[in-house]
């Protein structure tokens, strides 16, 4: 598929460098219909997402780690997943605003016509109490009336803290944490440690993409060991726990420690249940706060 995005932008950007049949122009009807869109999506407003989304949208969201086999992937749910995402926004913040002030429509050489608008996003966290304002770019691609195909660019993380904070307030959250205290076996250095952990956490990172903090710190007398380990849910605990079950760390790791305690924490699957028993695990589960 030709760059499609890719020629957007360019096209847009270096316009004054153009002399073919491209064209860009500001609020013309397309970009008039974008900018309604956006209006009544500040007003918790579906009605013109409704009118101007093809059923079968496909929305891109270009963050990291939101890749497969080099490509963005695509959100489910075609127009109704992106209305129920927006009206989830409205859970998440109050006061939202975007500016709307640089909006585009552009047509390439081969006839293709995108939309897109540059804005300011900013709303008050109603879990959290955090304010924020975030640059919000997005291009959308033209199919006669509707738009087929959306690319959009932020930066998701107060979204995601925001999230975190309403799954903790419904313990909603499907995130689980791995706690231990691990007892030094005699001989071994706090160098030695180090040594073992340097190939140890080398080893998660390129096996373990779900396994998102992994930490490991030593008493001043190098006698314990804790470990704090997160996941975004119980499979990728499972699946920690089978790839060092079966890698080449697990012997050594058991050389070198003694696990004292071992804690399970936050909504487990009866799978990942069932996996820990094996290390004398106490599960426990959410009460209050939060997991980020």
């Given at each position: 598929?030709?760059?499609?995005?890719?020629?957007?932008?360019?096209?847009?950007?270096?316009?004054?460098?153009?002399?073919?049949?491209?064209?860009?122009?500001?609020?013309?009807?397309?970009?008039?219909?974008?900018?309604?869109?956006?209006?009544?999506?500040?007003?918790?407003?579906?009605?013109?997402?409704?009118?101007?989304?093809?059923?079968?949208?496909?929305?891109?969201?270009?963050?990291?780690n939101n890749q497969k086999n080099g490509e963005t992937v695509s959100n489910p749910g075609g127009n109704m997943g992106l209305i129920e995402a927006d009206k989830f926004t409205h859970s998440l913040f109050s006061g939202i605003k975007c500016t709307t002030d640089n909006i585009k429509t552009y047509t390439d050489a081969n006839g293709d016509v995108y939309t897109a608008f540059w804005s300011m996003w900013s709303g008050k966290g109603n879990f959290t109490g955090a304010e924020t304002t975030i640059?919000?770019?997005?291009?959308?691609?033209?199919?006669?009336?509707?738009?087929?195909?959306?690319?959009?660019?932020?930066?998701?993380?107060?979204l995601q803290k925001e999230i975190a904070a309403y799954e903790a307030v419904n313990n909603s959250s499907t995130k689980v944490m791995g706690l231990a205290d691990l007892k030094v076996s005699d001989g071994f250095t706090k160098n030695d440690i180090k040594e073992f952990m340097v190939e140890f956490t080398k080893f998660v990172r390129e096996t373990e993409p779900n396994t998102y903090d992994f930490g490991y710190f030593?008493?001043?007398?190098?006698?314990?060991?804790?470990?704090?380990?997160?996941?975004?849910?119980?499979?990728?605990?499972?699946?920690?726990?089978?790839?060092?079950?079966?890698?080449?760390?697990?012997?050594?790791?058991?050389?070198?420690?003694?696990?004292?305690?071992?804690?399970v924490v936050g909504n487990s699957s009866d799978a990942l249940k069932a996996k820990v028993k094996g290390y004398g695990a106490e599960l426990r589960e959410n009460i209050g706060g939060w997991i980020d």
């Open positions: 598929m030709k760059n499609q995005i890719l020629l957007a932008i360019l096209a847009i950007t270096v316009l004054a460098c153009s002399n073919n049949t491209e064209k860009v122009v500001s609020m013309d009807a397309k970009s008039l219909k974008v900018k309604s869109h956006i209006d009544a999506y500040m007003n918790n407003d579906s009605s013109v997402a409704e009118a101007i989304f093809a059923e079968d949208l496909e929305l891109y969201d270009q963050f990291s640059p919000f770019h997005c291009v959308s691609l033209w199919d006669g009336d509707k738009i087929s195909k959306i690319w959009r660019y932020m930066d998701p993380s107060t030593i008493s001043a007398d190098g006698k314990h060991v804790n470990l704090v380990e997160k996941y975004y849910d119980s499979a990728d605990f499972v699946h920690h726990l089978n790839n060092f079950e079966s890698s080449e760390f697990a012997e050594k790791f058991m050389t070198i420690f003694s696990l004292d305690r071992v804690l």
